[in-house]
């Protein structure tokens, strides 16, 4: 069975499917724009377009689309209910494109299903990834991550701040001392402007570091939407708020220690081989010295 010559229950069929990731995909695409610029959702909601565009190409040119908008409000759902139209139709002998469009629209109710799981991480949980990722990057530096931890520093620096901007104090009295963080914003925005415009200069971000960043960023979305009527008024709270405040800090400390040494080491790795290289020339310019001296 070719695409032309789909018949008129499968050309229904996909015209539903169509009509399923459509309304899919304007879930997904608002769900992005809540989560901010660097929300994960945003892939998701790409990926549902171009599945919902392949479906669009198989159908008939005379084929229409209108029909009832899909009920619901979930995405995976939505999806799930397209794999299972497209299970139906999706027979031996049934054209290879659908058969791929099967297939894709399978792979994004998993990634639906994951991102959701993601998406539903408590303040707490964010954080306490944030903290083990801040570990990883220590124990696995290279010369090679410390231009990208520089890169990304910064960013990571902001979201903490954005983040300890809207926590609710520990005690209901001033706080006494400096703000810490207030330092270590101008400090992270400080290596930002110099990656910049001078060494290691524009480039990949680590990948690591910006997932910690984006952590931090729907933390404090979290914490902003439902955390503002949280206030130090017995143990527990106090505990609480004190623990999240000591996990971000901690965060920054450890990112901090773990981009300097991977600088350090990519410091070190440009010495060894300006060093090389250095020696490599001289080498070169001794022989020539010498090969002009047996000449003349």
Not at 224 to 253: F, K, N, S, W
């Amino acid at each position: 069975m070719g695409i032309e010559q789909m018949d008129t229950e499968v050309v229904e069929t996909v015209a539903g499917v169509v009509r399923l990731l459509r309304r899919a995909a304007d879930l997904a695409w608002m769900q992005a724009d809540a989560g901010g610029p660097r929300s994960s959702r945003q892939l998701l909601a790409l990926a549902i377009d171009s599945a919902a565009d392949e479906a669009s190409s198989l159908l008939p040119r005379r084929a229409g689309l209108d029909g009832p908008t899909p009920v619901g409000d979930n995405p995976a759902e939505l999806l799930a209910s397209a794999e299972q139209l497209l299970r139906q139709i999706c027979v031996e002998g049934a054209p290879s494109r659908l058969l791929g469009l099967r297939a894709l629209v399978a792979q994004l109710v998993w990634e639906a299903n994951t991102s959701a799981a993601r998406e539903r991480r408590t303040v707490g949980e964010l954080l306490a990834d944030s903290d083990a990722l801040t570990r990883e990057t220590l124990l696995d530096v290279t010369p090679s991550h410390g231009p990208g931890m520089v890169r990304a520093w910064g960013e990571v620096v902001q979201s903490a701040a954005q983040l300890w901007a809207v926590l609710p104090p520990v005690s209901l009295a001033a706080p006494s001392g400096p703000d810490l963080m207030v330092r270590l914003r101008g400090l992270g925005e400080g290596i930002g402007r110099s990656s910049v415009g001078h060494r290691p200069g524009p480039g990949p971000k680590d990948q690591r570091l910006l997932e910690i960043a984006d952590n931090l960023l729907r933390a404090r979305n979290l914490v902003e939407r439902y955390g503002q009527d949280v206030q130090p008024t017995d143990a527990e709270a106090r505990a609480d708020i004190a623990a999240a405040r000591a996990r971000v800090m901690h965060t920054l400390y450890v990112g901090a220690h773990g981009t300097a040494v991977a600088l350090r080491e990519y410091a070190n790795d440009l010495r060894d081989r300006l060093r090389v290289d250095s020696r490599r020339r001289l080498a070169h310019r001794i022989a020539a010295d010498r090969s002009r001296d047996r000449g003349s």
